[in-house]
């Protein structure tokens, strides 16, 4: 069994300071991570993914995520903000190749001027 | 045009009637999948096919009705549509190689209410 728990469903951030999104996960197998974002009144897209390559996987837009097996966790986080990063963002973990994916419930971003 | 597209974009329908939401893919992904979004729930899984002509179970897969005869098209019946059936429904799709560590490439989403 898989889930994904994502810690924060509103996180506000001023522009310019660093973000961080919260995402814990549960997998009885080694799982692939993955972040998507979905701004106002579109489809998600892919941000980045982890599938047990490198723990520190780098994806579009300044973004960054961290796998951590011993937390249990896959925190997104950017250094500096942009207004343009405000959106819906979600985790999503796959336990197996053969798995369904399975979405977090969304931390919706929001930046101040 | 290349991508994912959906139609309608928005639907307003009543209790009791059938509406069928479109899904079109121009990459011949294998895999198309059908999810609806609700507040506080992220993405739910509602169907999804790994080919055509083979659907199968997601989460939520009550009320619905799919089918996939060309590996383009995936569409979506609701046979009687009820208030709760008022969301935001995406389309997905991928590749088979690599399975469910592939990313899925999402259309703009069908915002459907039932009245």
């Known amino acids: 069994a898989q889930s994904v728990t994502q810690l924060d469903s509103h996180v506000s951030v001023s522009e310019g300071t660093p973000v961080l999104l919260r995402c814990n996960y549960s997998?009885?197998?080694?799982?692939?991570l993955f972040w998507y974002v979905q701004h106002p009144n579109k489809g998600l897209q892919l941000l980045l993914k982890y599938t047990s390559a490198a723990t520190l996987v780098k994806g579009i837009n300044g973004f960054e995520a961290e796998f951590k097996k011993s937390e249990t966790s896959f925190h997104l986080t950017k250094p500096s903000a942009h207004m343009s990063d405000a959106a819906e963002y979600f985790c999503?973990?796959?336990?197996?190749?053969?798995?369904?994916?399975?979405f977090g419930k969304g931390t919706r971003l929001h930046i101040l001027p | 045009d290349a991508g994912i597209t959906q139609s309608p974009r928005y639907k307003i329908t009543e209790t009791g009637r059938q509406v069928t939401l479109m899904c079109h893919q121009t990459?011949?992904?294998?895999?198309m999948f059908w999810y609806r979004q609700d507040l506080g729930h992220g993405l739910r899984l509602i169907y999804y096919s790994a080919a055509a002509d083979i659907t199968d179970k997601g989460e939520v897969p009550d009320g619905y009705v799919v089918s996939r005869s060309k590996t383009e098209n995936f569409p979506l019946t609701l046979e009687s549509a009820t208030r709760s059936q008022t969301s935001v429904y995406f389309c997905?799709?991928?590749?088979?190689?690599?399975?469910?560590?592939?990313?899925?490439?999402f259309g703009p989403g069908t915002r459907l209410t039932v009245l």
């Open positions: 990459w011949s992904h294998s895999y």
């Open positions: 999503v973990v796959s336990g197996r190749r053969d798995d369904k994916i399975i």
């Open positions: 997998s009885s197998y080694s799982p692939s």
């Open positions: 997905a799709s991928r590749t088979s190689g690599g399975g469910s560590y592939n990313e899925q490439f």
